[in-house]
Nanobody, 125 residues
Framework: QVQLVESGGGLVQPGGSLRLSCAGS????????IGWFRQTPGKEREGISC????????YYADSVKGRFTVSGDNAKNTMYLQMNSLQPEDTAVYYC??????????????????WGQGTPVTVSA
């Protein structure tokens, strides 16, 4: 059974950094695309990044490119989203999701079956 657990969210000041973790169980994370999404109330879920470790080419949305970095640790079956230069508009609930696709084909949330519970990120002074 594929399960994902996010952690690492919290409150941070503008310009600060956070690292989110997405721990997988029940599957070999290396062979799955792990997508990162975020959602604020009243808005659609935004796909911001995708990485499949055995593909190796990450996808970043323009809104986070140059500030966010995705990486993974096969030994821990865990993916990370390093978020730097955070701004108030980055405030959202962040989710990771997994499925068997290549990130070069990444389009959005409809491609992913397995989801974590989400972790809130608040960027505020």
């Amino acid at each position: 059974q594929v399960q994902l657990v996010e952690s690492g969210g919290g409150l941070v000041q503008p310009g600060g950094s956070l690292r989110l973790s997405c721990a997988g169980s029940g599957f070999i994370l290396e062979h799955y695309a792990i997508g990162w999404f975020r959602q604020t109330p009243g808005k659609e879920r935004e796909g911001i990044s995708c990485l499949r470790l055995d593909e190796g080419l990450p996808y970043y949305a323009d809104s986070v490119k140059g500030r966010f970095t995705v990486s993974g640790d096969n030994a821990k079956n865990t993916m990370y989203l390093q978020m730097n230069s955070l701004q108030p508009e980055d405030t959202a609930v962040y989710y990771c999701a997994a499925d068997l696709l290549f990130c070069s084909d990444f389009e959005g949330e409809s491609q992913f079956e397995h989801w974590g519970q989400g972790t809130p990120v608040t960027v505020s002074a």
